[in-house]
C-alpha cells in the first residue's frame, strides 16, 4: 500500500501584504502629475530639438 502523504507547511508563495495604515508624508494630486510629466515631455522635446540644431545632426 502507499504510504501516508505528508502534508508541506502552506506558504505566502512570496506575497507580500501591505497595510493601509502607513500614511505618506508626501502627496500630490493626480492633476499636478499629469501637468509635471506633460511639461517633462516638452523640456525633453525642446532640448531636443534644439540641440540637434546646434550639432547638426
Known amino acids: 500500500m502507499a504510504k501516508d502523504k505528508v502534508n508541506m507547511p502552506m506558504s505566502t508563495a ?4 501591505y497595510f493601509e495604515d502607513y500614511k505618506s508624508k508626501i502627496s500630490f494630486k493626480p492633476g499636478y502629475v499629469i501637468i509635471f510629466a506633460i511639461l517633462a515631455i516638452i523640456v525633453v522635446a525642446l532640448l531636443h530639438f534644439l540641440m540637434s540644431g546646434m550639432l547638426g545632426v
Open 14 to 17: 512570496g506575497l507580500t501584504r
